[in-house]
């Protein structure tokens, strides 16, 4: 194609006929200028769609890792929403002597109220492999996502971050509490599992334990649970609207 249009600039300018030559000159600048752009176009078209797959492909795994994380709550939720029952039992309820005493080496394993109920917790870990990706795959200037990507990284942001900050602080809670009980006579009894009527008196009856419970309570009830709940509504939420936007694009 170059040797013939050579060989046409040839035999204009060998026939005299310059103003023909400057018009097929121009007229060849325009077919190279149009071939560049129709090139550029493709490449763009390649590029983008390269991208748009590689996003595609984050979407699914940030969706994958929300279903995990919906079956991982269901423990964790159960879990505290037991706990939250138990505490609010321990809270409004007055033990009396003759209950006491009907509580013996046999069946204080049995007696829910009769143990420590301020140093338990269930770990939940999310999983945000996707959420990583996305964050890299967003701070590329060139290949900026749109809404739905900054909407996804806001919910990890927040509601996980949120999430891992009241976790820790209810672990450090929890322990606390534990090291609490190293003060009493009964500790050792406690903390091998075996009847002590002394510790019993004070998991049912002591203000101190009870003030302790409903501060658990409230790291629990209006903190954790709370936001275990919250994060779950989201999940379930951004899994949906990441199965209707891949049947959108099919």
Request: with cysteine.
């Amino acid at each position: 194609m170059i040797k013939l249009f050579r060989n046409i600039r040839k035999n204009l300018i060998a026939e005299g006929k310059t103003t023909k030559y400057f018009k097929y000159a121009i007229g060849e600048i325009v077919l190279v200028v149009i071939g560049i752009l129709i090139a550029l176009s493709i490449n763009n078209w390649n590029e983008q769609r390269k991208q748009k797959k590689q996003l595609d492909a984050i979407y699914t795994i940030v969706q994958q890792n929300l279903k995990t994380d919906l079956n991982n709550l269901k423990v964790p939720i159960y879990f505290f929403e037991t706990l939250d029952s138990t505490l609010t039992n321990i809270l409004t309820t007055n033990y009396s002597t003759s209950f006491l005493d009907s509580i013996n080496g046999t069946n204080y394993l049995e007696c829910i109220p009769c143990k420590s109920s301020i140093n338990y917790y269930e770990s939940f870990e999310k999983q945000d492999n996707g959420f990583e990706l996305l964050k890299k795959y967003e701070d590329n200037e060139s290949i900026k996502g749109n809404k739905f990507s900054q909407d996804i990284i806001q919910f990890y942001t927040v509601q996980g971050n949120g999430l891992t900050t009241f976790r820790d602080l209810l672990i450090k809670e929890a322990y606390s509490n534990l090291k609490y009980y190293e003060q009493f006579p009964w500790y050792s009894d406690y903390s091998l599992g075996n009847y002590n009527p002394e510790a019993i008196a004070y998991f049912l009856n002591d203000q101190t334990y009870k003030n302790k419970a409903a501060n658990f309570k409230i790291f629990i009830g209006r903190n954790y649970l709370k936001n275990l709940k919250d994060y779950e509504a989201s999940a379930t939420d951004f899994i949906s609207k990441i199965e209707k936007r891949r049947k959108a694009l099919q």
